[in-house]
């Protein structure tokens, strides 16, 4: 305790540095990088990708308050996506079942095979 006396007591808090808010520029940029990494996953080339960059970019956006924007994107990405795939995967099947009850089976493998390729 000796040591201490006579040094002056440390007043004011440390804060850490204001962050600056992302331009609409960076936004883009990084939900591009974002948007393609969705869609390449989906068409199953996810080995093409440098995950690194894909993690950057969501924490990028995170850390700079667009989380609602980011969610909000990849439900509408991933919506779109779904619609696509049931319009071409599954309504044709649904169309042959609606002619022949014995076919609700080919139907459920559809779904099925879809779902597991989400």
Same mark, same amino acid.
């Given at each position: 305790m000796?040591?201490?006396? %006579?040094?002056?007591?440390?007043r %004011?808090? /440390? ?19 974002l948007s393609?990494a969705i869609v390449t /996953? ?10 690194e960059?894909v ?6 956006l995170v ?5 609602e924007?980011l969610y909000?994107?990849v439900?509408?990405?991933i919506e ?9 995967? /599954?309504?044709p099947v649904?169309? /042959?079942?609606?002619?022949?009850p014995s ?7 559809a ?8």
């Amino acid at each position: 305790m000796a040591s201490l006396q %006579g040094r002056r007591p440390v007043r %004011g808090k /440390i804060r850490p540095p204001q962050k600056k808010s992302l331009s609409e520029s960076q936004f883009d940029s990084n939900w591009a990088t974002l948007s393609n990494a969705i869609v390449t /996953i989906h068409e199953q080339k996810a080995n093409t990708l440098s995950y690194e960059e894909v993690y950057r970019c969501g924490y990028n956006l995170v850390v700079h308050k667009c989380g609602e924007q980011l969610y909000n994107g990849v439900k509408n990405l991933i919506e779109q996506y779904l619609e696509s795939e049931a319009q071409v995967k /599954i309504v044709p099947v649904l169309c /042959i079942a609606d002619t022949s009850p014995s076919e609700g089976v080919q139907v459920l493998k559809a779904i099925q095979k879809l779902w597991k390729h989400h």
